[in-house]
């Protein structure tokens, strides 16, 4: 591992010897070994980041033109996509790019579920992950009220009247966290510096320990056999090849279809049918004139329908924080010898498949009427949804041990 | 016919979770009809604000969008445009307002009448043409003596009567069960029927409605035209900027066994 930085002379050299430019392009691309048999759903970890990205470039011109408060947020909004050149198009990215990323966000964490990237050593790779998730969320819901519509007041009603469940506390902690008796100026304000300075930072953070996290461990595989056992004479992994250029050039390739579809719907349909941009936010803020039916944006929606499936509140919002938390615990209750669902048994694919299936129907309820037959399904979903992490201890124990090839499986194109 | 690929793709993918878009929607009752405008259509969008400064703007504000903006957009003169559409007082940089006093509003009709800058995206085109074409006599409203079938009970009065004239609904009673198993007889709507007459005939008074509903939707995000325009650009810039970046990876990978 050490760069040449001696001997040639000129600004590279000078530079080097002052800052390890080459060294760290060693390290982190060039000498970083990848598996070499990443299909498809490895695409969307560099995705991850790209919007990560994108967001903060077209978030900075948000801010620019943007006016936190009650009296001026929406009004801000509706003056900077009319009349400052261009901000149609970067407040439209800006708020698409949401859902895009959630998008990202969860085919990612399904790659992870399929190919058990969570199991030993990758455990601590995962929590972080999770912590990128809880942040984003939390970042995602406050980006969501700061336009102050009238989707985003009630939304946030609905969301900050949650932490009144806890007991004792809770009354307070709703106060504390409006900073008023009710959605107001305060609240808005506090949510503009914590969505423009305190989360932005604690996920590039995050994002930053995920990545050393990687660097260390290793990238899984999609027959989640570890490269590193194999090595071959020059002491890289058989299996492996360098991150760059063989990896940076496929992710481009991701990177273009996927900018490709992010631009159909940011230039032809924005809203994405009342999806990405639900209809009562093109409304302002009212707090006498409630939604027909308040939903919160299709990323949050699963978690929602949990809520709503149990009579009681308190309840319902233990059993959301719950199947949030549940995630975290994912590489624990995994007990299989083997990770990727290539080598597990039929019980464990039903399972999988099953929780895949459960979380995207929650995701559909949650944007129904909690009404008539709606909420039994509620009911059924968010059973089959605990069940999944009730049985994957079991399951995985059971059927998980069959044999593994030596090497990844990998057919020359 | 790029755009129109475009939307085909677009519409695609948003076929894909047509269940879940449906779910905000709601049920469709018989009497509810498509618009059918399109934004596109130029001529439309010009009819749809002189149609806009003669009837609704009297009362009704789009306190988002200026003049200058709104003939530029539609390519109309700065002089057509202060002939035809500004009232006395305008300027050609000022936002359109209503011109009833916020105060006389509220006592006139309870409350101030919407402004309708995003009316077309916080409810539909579809759903603006249903209001504007479902007024119907309503002797028991004691304040317009008119009610509507899109919005019952709503505060509007029909601005356009001397237009559509005023129609009257039949309704038939329908006999159903309650949530106690009692049979319980609600009344349905069946029909209209032309009343008093208007100027216009129902096909014209349609395209009337058509017209000002394709306006506000204009209005309601005035850049539509301009970025569909370079969404065109944007995407196959970006398909080409994807073959070539395959075929880079593709002549990479050789090497990988």
Not at chain 1, 235 to 255: C, E, N, Q, S
Request: proline fraction near 6%; charged fraction near 15%; aromatic fraction near 14%.
């Amino acid at each position: 591992m050490s760069a040449v930085i001696e001997g040639k002379g000129g600004f590279r050299t000078w530079l080097n010897k002052r800052l390890p430019v080459d060294q760290f392009v060693e390290d982190q691309l060039t000498g970083y070994y990848a598996p070499k048999n990443f299909n498809i759903w490895y695409f969307f970890g560099s995705l991850a980041l790209l919007m990560f990205v994108l967001q903060i470039v077209t978030g900075i011109f948000v801010t620019m033109h943007f006016k936190p408060g009650e009296a001026t947020a929406w009004n801000s909004v509706q003056y900077m996509v009319r009349e400052v050149p261009y901000m149609w198009l970067i407040q439209p990215m800006h708020a698409v790019g949401a859902s895009f990323f959630f998008i990202v966000v969860y085919l990612h964490m399904a790659r992870a579920f399929m190919y058990g990237s969570y199991k030993a050593p990758r455990e601590l790779l995962w929590v972080i992950g999770m912590l990128i998730y809880l942040a984003l969320m939390a970042e995602a819901f406050m980006g969501y009220v700061l336009p102050n519509g009238n989707m985003s007041y009630w939304g946030a009603q609905v969301i900050i009247n949650l932490f009144g469940t806890i007991p004792g506390i809770g009354p307070g902690l709703v106060e504390w966290i409006r900073g008023d008796y009710g959605i107001g100026d305060a609240t808005l304000n506090r949510f503009f510096s914590l969505h423009v300075v305190a989360l932005p930072f604690i996920i590039a953070l995050l994002i930053g320990l995920h990545l050393v996290a990687l660097r260390q461990v290793g990238s899984n595989n999609p027959d989640g056999i570890e490269i590193k056992e194999k090595p071959g004479k020059d002491g890289k992994p058989l299996d492996g090849i360098p991150f760059h250029p063989y990896y940076t050039l496929k992710d481009i390739v991701g990177v273009g279809l996927f900018l490709t579809a992010f631009a159909i719907v940011v230039f032809f349909v924005p809203t994405f049918g009342g999806l990405f941009m639900e209809s009562p936010n093109f409304e302002p803020a009212n707090p006498v004139s409630t939604p027909e039916h308040i939903a919160p944006v299709w990323y949050f929606t699963p978690y929602y329908a949990i809520l709503r499936a149990v009579p009681d509140q308190k309840m319902g919002a233990l059993l959301m924080a719950l199947s949030v938390a549940a995630f975290l615990f994912v590489p624990w209750l995994d007990r299989a010898k083997n990770k990727s669902i290539r080598y597990r048994g039929l019980a464990s694919k039903i399972l999988l498949g099953t929780f895949f299936v459960t979380f995207v129907v929650l995701m559909w309820l949650g944007l129904k009427p909690a009404d008539g037959i709606y909420v039994l399904l509620a009911r059924i979903f968010t059973t089959l949804y605990f069940a999944f992490f009730i049985l994957l201890p079991f399951v995985s124990k059971a059927d998980g041990n069959g044999p593994v090839p030596e090497r990844v499986t990998y057919h020359a194109h | 016919m790029l755009i129109k690929f475009a939307r085909l793709t677009a519409a695609l993918a948003l076929l894909s979770v047509a269940g879940v878009v449906s779910a905000n929607e709601g049920g469709h009752a018989g009497w509810q009809r498509e618009a059918g405008n399109h934004v596109a259509n130029l001529p439309s969008l010009q009819r749809g604000a002189r149609n806009f400064m003669a009837y609704c703007s009297g009362c009704h504000s789009l306190k988002f969008e200026r003049f200058s903006r709104l003939c530029s957009d539609l390519k109309i003169s700065d002089t057509q445009c202060e002939t035809l559409l500004m009232r006395p007082g305008d300027k050609l940089t000022d936002y359109i307002k209503s011109s009833m006093p916020p105060a006389d509003a509220q006592e006139w009709f309870g409350k101030p009448p919407p402004d309708l800058s995003l009316v077309a995206r916080s409810r539909d085109p579809n759903w603006i043409f249903n209001f504007l074409t479902t007024f119907y006599a309503d002797p028991a409203s004691r304040q317009t003596g008119v009610n509507n079938l899109q919005l019952p009970g709503t505060a509007m009065p029909h601005v356009l009567s001397s237009l559509q004239g005023v129609q009257t609904a039949v309704w038939r009673n329908v006999e159903h069960k309650g949530e106690d198993g009692a049979a319980v007889v609600s009344r349905e709507f069946e029909k209209f029927e032309p009343g008093v007459a208007g100027s216009l005939t129902p096909e014209n008074y349609d395209d009337f409605v058509r017209d000002t509903v394709n306006f506000l939707q204009y209005v309601s995000d005035p850049t539509q035209l301009e970025r569909e325009g370079l969404g065109i650009w944007v995407v196959l810039f970006l398909l080409m900027f994807t073959g070539i970046a395959y075929m880079l990876k593709k002549e990479y990978w050789k090497d990988v066994r």
